[in-house]
């Protein structure tokens, strides 16, 4: 593989004319792992795990499709967290040696498995993508892949939305309104320096929404955010047309909402596609099973867990399970993105049967689904994308952006307070488990507020060290660590980062408040923390951008009117 840029022909125009749309959303999106003082950490793994399963996958599918011409239109949220780990050369150079080491394994396991033909074909299959993943990251993303998506977004094939800058929960954080701001301001600013393209949309946060949150992103020049599906099925008023036309919001975002016959049959533990039993299992995993020094030099202090190597198929939850078959599970992939259309070709004819404009039907789903937790995923969609380019005018892709391009005289409705998981009001990310960090971080946040007030133009070492106190509390308020500790996965790790990032802002705080600067720390905290190169401490003060007048230069020049 060894696509140039030439080779990555613009998108087709859309055509006019179809009964009704469908926008493929995928949130994409890791927390920020980075630990340059350990040789090696496992927790880097998920990032690693997700590049050879998911991204790069995922990439090669619109990649192709581009240059087949064939016509599709994708959304996808890169998290400023993903972003920033994506384009750091320790992590780049660290992935290369997770290739390798497995590519070192699949030889020891060529010879564990010599006289059983089955399963060396097996790992033969896996030697060959692991080779070939290695292959496109040096040489053609030249170890950033964001380059990648970047040239998908400019071509038009993809619309890439941004996300709050560490997946902060903002209805959580809403209690200090400058956490908000902090976070967006550094989402969009983000996007804009790696992506550089502002961004029309954002995916709130586990979908987390609260009343006044739109006034804030029409702040930013956010045209529009995702809610879960009641959040648009309990608007004020009633959303005449449901979850298949967005809403008008009344701070100007336009809200859409999720489909849910459409989840269902993805995300269903108990009738979605991935529990199919000709798809790879993904929780047997040779790590597990293998004792050979070939798998033992990958574990981590010895402990042994996922390789990314699993030889079986979705059959049983017992220990005995059949081999995997690579070619039955591509075909099983192709029949279910036919089914998967014909659903979304008869949900269609019924919903314009009632509509006055073509409805459209929202897909969002966390895209680490494909390719990690459901490895055939990429193949789903890339069929599922190529019948839909030839479906002819029954239902289209489209970007969302598109769909309020065309369709923008929307109902005036107020979505109620709202998110997508377990009760769908926030209990995933406060429960007995984690409400003991919500005070922490809205003290902390106060206490930010307070430094920008008293020490508004830093300069030198007082500015470094405000910034990187600004840096530590984003990484705090990370929405990742309360839903570890809800889940009780990692949830050491979870609490462990969540008062590591604390102690370190009280640090930092502390040496602003004194003026006793602790040099030697502050390198070693920056060497660590280093996202958000770009960051500026005032970010956090709720004030419209446009109040600042010409103080306001170190912001970013995204908060035009609309």
């Not at 995993?285 to 070939?294: K, P, W």
């Not at 192709?334 to 070709?345: C, D, G, K, V, Y």
């Not at 809800?486 to 790790?493: E, F, I, S």
């Not at 905290?525 to 003060?541: A, K, V």
């Amino acid at each position: 593989m060894n696509r140039s840029h030439a080779s990555l022909p613009p998108a087709l125009p859309m055509p006019r004319g179809a009964r009704g749309y469908f926008a493929l959303v995928l949130h994409a999106h890791l927390p920020f792992v980075r630990h340059p003082e350990h040789a090696r950490f496992l927790e880097e793994d998920w990032f690693f795990e997700a590049l050879t399963e998911c991204y790069l996958p995922l990439l090669d599918v619109f990649e192709t499709l581009a240059s087949e011409r064939v016509p599709y239109f994708v959304t996808i949220s890169l998290s400023p967290t993903l972003l920033s780990m994506m384009c750091d050369p320790l992590l780049q150079q660290r992935y290369v040696r997770y290739l390798d080491e497995r590519l070192a394994a699949l030889e020891g396991e060529r010879s564990r498995t010599a006289r059983q033909p089955a399963l060396r074909k097996v790992v033969a299959y896996y030697a060959g993508q692991y080779a070939q993943r290695r292959r496109r990251f040096i040489e053609h993303d030249r170890l950033d892949v964001t380059r990648a998506f970047r040239r998908l977004m400019c071509a038009g094939y993809l619309e890439i939305i941004t996300c709050a800058a560490t997946h902060g929960y903002l209805p959580l954080l809403a209690v200090n309104e400058a956490s908000l701001y902090a976070q967006l301001s550094m989402a969009v600013r983000t996007h804009m320096r790696i992506l550089g393209r502002r961004p029309r949309g954002i995916w709130l946060p586990e979908c987390g929404y609260k009343r006044g949150l739109d006034r804030i992103l029409n702040e930013f020049g956010l045209d529009y955010f995702f809610v879960e599906s009641h959040g648009l099925l309990l608007a004020e008023p009633h959303a005449r047309y449901g979850v298949h036309r967005p809403i008008r919001t009344p701070g100007g975002p336009a809200a859409f909402g999720r489909d849910y016959a459409s989840a269902q049959q993805v995300w269903s533990a108990t009738d979605g596609y991935p529990g199919d039993p000709d798809y790879r299992d993904f929780y047997r995993d040779v790590g597990f099973d293998v004792h050979a020094r070939h798998i033992e030099r990958m574990r981590h202090a010895g402990e042994r867990g996922f390789t990314g190597l699993k030889y079986h198929r979705v059959t049983g939850n017992g220990a005995r399970k059949r081999l995997y078959h690579p070619d039955r599970a591509q075909q099983r992939a192709a029949a279910h993105a036919e089914h998967f259309l014909a659903q979304r070709r008869a949900q269609v004819e019924w919903l314009t049967s009632f509509f006055n404009t073509p409805p459209i039907v929202v897909a969002p789903y966390d895209a680490e689904l494909f390719g990690h937790w459901w490895y055939e995923g990429p193949q789903w969609m890339d069929f599922l994308l190529r019948a839909m380019a030839d479906d002819g005018s029954t239902v289209r892709t489209i970007h969302p952006s598109d769909y309020l391009n065309r369709y923008g005289e929307l109902q005036n409705c107020s979505p109620p307070e709202s998110s997508w998981g377990a009760g769908g009001y926030h209990e995933m990310w406060l429960s007995e488990a984690n409400d003991w960090l919500y005070p922490l971080l809205h003290t902390a946040a106060a206490r930010m507020q307070q430094l920008v007030r008293i020490t508004p133009q830093a300069t030198g070492t007082a500015r470094r060290t405000l910034d990187q106190a600004a840096r530590e509390l984003l990484l705090a308020q990370a929405s990742d660590w309360a839903f570890m500790m809800k889940t009780g996965t990692t949830a050491a790790y979870a609490t462990e980062r969540a008062k590591t990032h604390l102690h370190r802002f009280e640090r930092c705080a502390r040496m602003v408040e004194s003026g006793c600067y602790d040099d030697a720390y502050l390198v070693e905290i920056e060497g660590r923390d280093n996202l958000f190169s770009d960051i500026d401490y005032r970010m956090f003060q709720p004030r419209p951008w446009t109040s600042f007048g010409a103080d306001a230069s170190y912001l970013p020049r995204y908060a035009s009117s609309r």
